[in-house]
């Protein structure tokens, strides 16, 4: 059975840091395309940053840019997304997702991100909320 299941969700102030965790079990994610998604109250669920299969390849959204910082560890199976210098708005629940596709470029990723509807597995997301 596939699984995705964040973690490291939680209430932070404003400037602060989080790492959210996304476990994958019943298949391997060496070769997907993973990405991290987040939804606020009232708005669509949006692209934050994505990353191809080999790690050569990551996209961030503009808001996240210079702060934010995905990775992998294909071993662990795992997804992570370092969050630092965290702002009121990036309060949402965040999602991860993983793409059964072997893409590669910059351009590619960057596409992919915008259209969530590639993406075919997703975790049951982890609420961030960042107040003071």
């Known amino acids: 059975q596939v699984q995705l299941v964040e973690s490291g969700g939680g209430l932070v102030q404003p400037g602060g840091s989080l790492r959210l965790s996304c476990a994958a079990s019943?298949?391997?994610?060496?070769?997907?395309?993973i990405g991290w998604f987040r939804q606020a109250p009232g708005k669509e669920r949006e692209g934050v940053s994505c990353?191809?299969?080999?790690?050569?390849?990551?996209y961030y959204r503009d808001s996240a840019k210079g702060r934010f910082t995905i990775s992998r560890d294909n071993a662990k199976n795992t997804l992570y997304l370092q969050m630092n210098s965290l702002k009121p708005e990036d309060t949402a629940v965040y999602y991860c997702?993983?793409?059964?596709?072997?893409?590669?470029?910059?351009?590619?990723?960057?596409?992919?991100?915008?259209?969530?509807?590639?993406?075919?597995?997703w975790g049951q997301g982890t609420q961030v909320t960042v107040s003071s």
């Open positions: 019943g298949f391997t994610l060496d070769y997907y395309v």
């Open positions: 990353i191809s299969s080999s790690s050569s390849s990551t």
């Open positions: 997702a993983v793409a059964k596709k072997a893409v590669t470029t910059v351009q590619a990723i960057q596409a992919m991100c915008h259209m969530r509807g590639l993406f075919e597995y």
